[in-house]
């Protein structure tokens, strides 16, 4: 709950809800603290990279690659050899066509936080810059 005596919230016209906090940066041994009215520091927290996201990718790649070799002939063997759909090596396969900047931002764990596997294995555009535009990257 809120302190309504230093905190406000505001509702806009537009449905938008606005909450201001007063905080205050301090520095201690150069590193810089938000600390929150009743004093309790808040530590940073680093982006977390998505380990499923990450094993997709790497999958997807590592398909690409035996088929490039010659080791498998289709995206069919593929599943055969892995015991899984094909539908699904379809959907996985596709994630090789990701913009760079996008495997970069998932790799390092800066992606939006609203960005799941689940949003990759569905249709999404071709155009890198489409991509980023879908995913607000």
Known sequence: MLDTQQSTCDIGF???ITVRIPITIT???GRRFIMTPQGKKLEYQ???PSNPMIAAIVKAHYWQELLETGKV???KEIAHNEKITDGYVSRVYRLTLLAPDIITAIL???Q???LFLLDLLK???LLWAHQR???GI
């Open 73 to 75: 002939a289709s995206l």
């Open 133 to 135: 535009e879908r995913w």
């Open 27 to 29: 520095r201690k041994s």
């Open 123 to 125: 249709p999404f555009p």
């Open 112 to 114: 939006p936080k609203n």
């Open 14 to 16: 537009d449905g938008n």
């Open 46 to 48: 680093s982006p977390k």
């Open 108 to 110: 390092s764990g800066t």
